[in-house]
Each structure stands twice: as structure tokens, then as C-alpha cells.
């Protein structure tokens, strides 16, 4: 059986756009979902010349992994995560890498980062922003965990990210559910910046009776 470098478990937009970015990049990548529908999307979706293959048989993904397998988590955080790692467990060998790049609460990584040690298995948080544009053409992505195991996805992890002045949008966060940690805190700047931009147009609008014209040059400003 042909072997893939990195294998990405849920299909949705973000997995599957991620995938693409991956598999643009010269590695071979093998999809995974229950949902025979999307992987039927995903193999319309593959460019010419990368290799890319989607699987609905979790032994037949696991098994078409180079080792150490090197697996990407996009699922909703929470239950599906766990729900996932009950499955995929039993499946792997020692030293094998599982990643979890959704918006997992950081001490849910910690116990998940414990719970695959002590059966020899690498355990990785690692946000990743930027949505399905991001995902697809370059995210920002803040991995964290053990700093061996970083170092194994580093290639893959710049060369898929975005860029500015050159510069990949990818940095090592720290040990443990440092990757997880940030996010959350760069989530919450986020939100609470668009926060902000609502309310202030929101009194400028009815406060000042400023046009939208007007507060467009606000803005701008």
C-alpha cells in the first residue's frame, strides 16, 4: 500500500481546504470522514499533480500512514475530539503524532496530551486562524506541545502558513497546551476589536447622526 506523509481527520470546509494547502505543498495527504459525501467533494477538489486520497474506513487512513503517522484533528471541539481519540487510539503505534487544530479549551489539551503519553503516543494543540481563505491559501498557526514533535511538522507547518515580508505566520507557543492558549487569547482580542468597531459606529450612527459616508471617513482614518 502507498503511503501518505500527513493524514487530516474531518472534512468540512476548513479540513478539507486545509488538506488542499498541505497537499499544494508538495506532501501526500490522506482524508478521513465518516461522511461519504465529503469525501467524495474532497476527491472532486484535488488539484493536478498533488496526492490526495480520502478514505470512510479509519483502518484503511490509519494504516496508509508513513511512521510516525502524522495526523491533523479538524473536528468541533469538545466530545468530537474525545470521541475521535476513543477510535483512533487503538489504531496507532509509538511515537505517533495526533494534532488537534480546532478552538479546544486549552486544559482539555492538557488532560488529552496526558492521556496519549502514557500510552506513547504525541498529543498536539495548535490553533489556527484565518478561516476557509485561511485555510486554504495560508492561516496563521500557533502549535504548541513537545518542542521534538513541533520540530517533525515545522517544514510542513512554514511552508503551509501565510507570509509577511517573507516571513512565515508560524511560531513555536510553548510546551503543553501553549499552541490552544494563544489561540484563545488571539480569539478573544478578535472579537472583542469587532466588538468595539460595532459599538463605535453604533454611536457615531445614532449618537451623532453621522452618514454612512461620513463614517466611512472615520474609519479610513
Known amino acids: 500500500m502507498e503511503k501518505y506523509n500527513y493524514g487530516v481527520i474531518g472534512l468540512g470546509v476548513m479540513g478539507r ?22 469525501v467524495m467533494e474532497l ?4 488539484a493536478s499533480g498533488t496526492k490526495v486520497v480520502g478514505s ?15 495526523i491533523i484533528l479538524m473536528v468541533p471541539a469538545g466530545k468530537p475530539v474525545d470521541a ?4 483512533i487510539t487503538p489504531l496507532l503505534s509509538p511515537k505517533d503524532v495526533v494534532i488537534d487544530a480546532g478552538n479546544s ?8 496530551i496526558a492521556d496519549l ?6 498529543f498536539m494543540g495548535m490553533g489556527v486562524s484565518g478561516g476557509e481563505q485561511g ?17 517533525l511538522v515545522k517544514p510542513m507547518l512554514e511552508v503551509i502558513s501565510a507570509k509577511v515580508n517573507g516571513e512565515p505566520c508560524t511560531a513555536y507557543m510553548g510546551k503543553g497546551a501553549a499552541g490552544n492558549y494563544v489561540k484563545m487569547v488571539h480569539n478573544g482580542i478578535e472579537y472583542a476589536i469587532m466588538q468595539l468597531i460595532s459599538e463605535a459606529y453604533d454611536l457615531l450612527r445614532k449618537g451623532v447622526n453621522l452618514s454612512n459616508e461620513q463614517l466611512y471617513e472615520v474609519f479610513k482614518r
Open 135 to 151: 485555510a486554504r491559501r495560508g492561516p496563521s498557526i500557533m502549535p504548541g506541545g513537545d518542542l521534538e514533535v513541533f520540530n
Open 117 to 122: 503519553a502514557s500510552k506513547n503516543l504525541h
Open 56 to 70: 470512510v474506513s479509519l483502518e484503511e487512513f490509519v494504516s496508509s500512514l508513513d511512521s510516525p503517522r502524522k
Open 105 to 112: 479549551y486549552f486544559k482539555d489539551t492538557e488532560r488529552r
Open 17 to 38: 481546504n486545509l488538506l488542499y494547502n498541505i497537499a499544494d505543498n508538495g506532501f501526500s495527504v490522506v482524508g478521513f470522514d465518516l461522511d461519504e459525501e465529503k
Open 43 to 46: 476527491r472532486k477538489g484535488v
Open 84 to 87: 475521535v481519540l476513543e477510535s
